[in-house]
T-cell receptor, first 113, second 113 residues
Framework: NAGVTQTPKFRVLKTGQSMTLLCAQD?????MYWYRQDPGMGLRLIHY???????AKGEVPDGYNVSRLKKQNFLLGLESAAPSQTSVYFC????????????FGDGTRLSIL | QQQVKQSPQSLIVQKGGISIINCAYE??????FPWYQQFPGKGPALLIA?????SEKKEGRFTISFNKSAKQFSLHIMDSQPGDSATYFC????????????FGTGTLLAVQP
């Protein structure tokens, strides 16, 4: 049972390049989330999904897009990477809403030069 | 605007001592207060959580104390061990359909042997 798996683990991009981060969960969870973690700022919610085919904005959505075409996958896209998007990105999932525990992956460390 | 304020930023405790981390919140609509533990290179993992209808919850060496009138809650780690060395995040949620978490800025705990 892998839980939440994030791909890739590390990536270096140049300003203006695009990329997609993949999150996969094998727990049959309905809800999925993307966070970014920056020093001294904790984790901030970028986008989230309450079910297959649905997405919604979180606290810091600008510069990111997401898609949830399959229940088990949640993709985070950067269309034109900026140095301010250098961060560690975490994906999480929960069974449903209503304060169900969120289970996190081990993160993707992304550097934008 | 930081809705959940966490202190201290870092903490050094001797083995066997008590570690105390504090959080304060502003939004009285929050109804779920989890603590997450994060080891280097890993994602956060749920440690313990409390709802505002109780003033204390204990799980092994970990205790949450909750003061609804002061809008504060704290994590106490009794008999702290070197293996407890990690970053701890408090969080708060309004629950409901979205299950969105607002995280504190984190506390880096080092337990010295």
């Amino acid at each position: 049972n892998a839980g939440v798996t994030q791909t890739p683990k590390f990536r270096v991009l140049k300003t203006g390049q695009s990329m997609t981060l993949l999150c996969a969960q094998d727990m049959n969870h309905e809800y999925m989330y993307w966070y970014r973690q920056d020093p001294g700022m904790g984790l901030r919610l970028i986008h989230y999904s309450v079910g297959e085919g649905t997405t919604a904005k979180g606290e810091v959505p600008d510069g990111y897009n997401v898609s949830r075409l399959k229940k088990q996958n949640f993709l985070l896209g950067l269309e034109s990477a900026a140095p301010s998007q250098t961060s560690v990105y975490f994906c999480a999932s929960s069974l449903t809403g209503g304060n169900q525990p969120q289970h996190f992956g081990d993160g993707t460390r992304l550097s934008i030069l | 605007q930081q809705q959940v304020k966490q202190s201290p930023q870092s903490l050094i405790v001797q083995k066997g001592g008590i570690s105390i981390i504090n959080c304060a919140y502003e939004n009285t609509a929050f109804d779920y207060f989890p603590w997450y533990q994060q080891f280097p290179g890993k994602g956060p993992a749920l440690l313990i959580a409390i709802r505002p209808d109780v003033s204390e919850k204990k799980e092994g060496r970990f205790t949450i104390s909750f003061n609804k009138s002061a809008k504060q809650f704290s994590l106490h780690i009794m008999d702290s061990q070197p293996g407890d060395s990690a970053t701890y995040f408090c969080a708060a949620s309004k629950g409901g359909a979205t299950n969105k978490l607002i995280f504190g800025t984190g506390t880096l705990l080092a337990v010295q042997p």
